[in-house]
T-cell receptor, first 113, second 114 residues
Framework: SQQGEEDPQALSIQEGENATMNCSYK?????LQWYRQNSGRGLVHLIL?????REKHSGRLRVTLDTSKKSSSLLITASRAADTASYFC?????????????FGQGTTLQVKP | EAQVTQNPRYLITVTGKKLTVTCSQN?????MSWYRQDPGLGLRQIYY???????DKGDVPEGYKVSRKEKRNFPLILESPSPNQTSLYFC?????????????FGPGTRLLVL
């Protein structure tokens, strides 16, 4: 089952601009993770934000978490062509102790040189 | 280098011909799992393993088997592949099953069943 929706589904920007992607989820969480996937390739873990954190930074990435709205956002600043990829948020299924990650549908980001 | 490896990366096979996709991690992780990724359906968990000799079904286990005889390896077995198993498969691992853990993914195996 999908955790929620990501918005927008697709985003096209120029190099140097900022990119913002949003993610909503349905259940209570312990943490939320963001992953990047380059065109049909492996998933790369970007950042994990815990439920008691509101904002986290890693290099050009800034993630926010609003547990009252059950939403998160990923901001990529000063984007580069190499940032072109699909970005997914994921939460751990807390209901059955399976460790299963529940992914959103993803945002496809295109950064034009 | 800490990593999750999968083999093969690409595979074309025919219906009914048994195949195994290997997964190995060198991080001494206890938890491993398999996902498949399909357009419009996203990523879905197939099987997972909490530790050696402990495996359990995920959301879409039909048509798949797994084994966990060693901590580092978690092969995915398709006894009689069918075209609906054409997909992109990912193996993942984390130190423990716990909710605070980051999961690390392999590079993926693209399977086509004719």
């Amino acid at each position: 089952s999908q955790q929620g929706e990501e918005d927008p589904q697709a985003l096209s920007i120029q190099e140097g601009e900022n990119a913002t992607m949003n993610c909503s989820y349905k259940t209570s969480i312990n943490n939320l993770q963001w992953y990047r996937q380059n065109s049909g390739r492996g998933l790369v873990h970007l950042i994990l934000i815990r439920s008691n954190e509101r904002e986290k930074h890693s290099g050009r990435l800034r993630v926010t978490l609003d547990t009252s709205k059950k939403s998160s956002s990923l901001l990529i600043t000063a984007s580069r062509a190499a940032d072109t990829a699909s970005y997914f948020c994921a939460t751990v299924d807390g209901s059955g102790n399976t460790g299963k990650l529940i992914f959103g549908q993803g945002t496809t980001l295109q950064v034009k040189p | 280098e800490a990593q999750v490896t999968q083999n093969p990366r690409y595979l074309i096979t025919v219906t009914g011909k048994k195949l195994t996709v290997t997964c190995s991690q060198n991080m001494n992780h206890e938890y491993m799992s398999w996902y498949r990724q399909d357009p419009g359906l996203g990523l879905r968990q197939i099987y997972y393993s909490m530790n050696v000799e402990v495996t359990d079904k995920g959301d879409v286990p039909e048509g798949y088997k797994v084994s966990r005889k060693e901590k580092r390896n978690f092969p995915l077995i398709l006894e009689s592949p069918s075209p609906n198993q054409t997909s992109l498969y990912f193996c993942a691992s984390s130190l423990y099953q716990g909710m605070q853990e980051t999961q690390y993914f392999g590079p993926g195996t693209r399977l086509l069943v004719l």
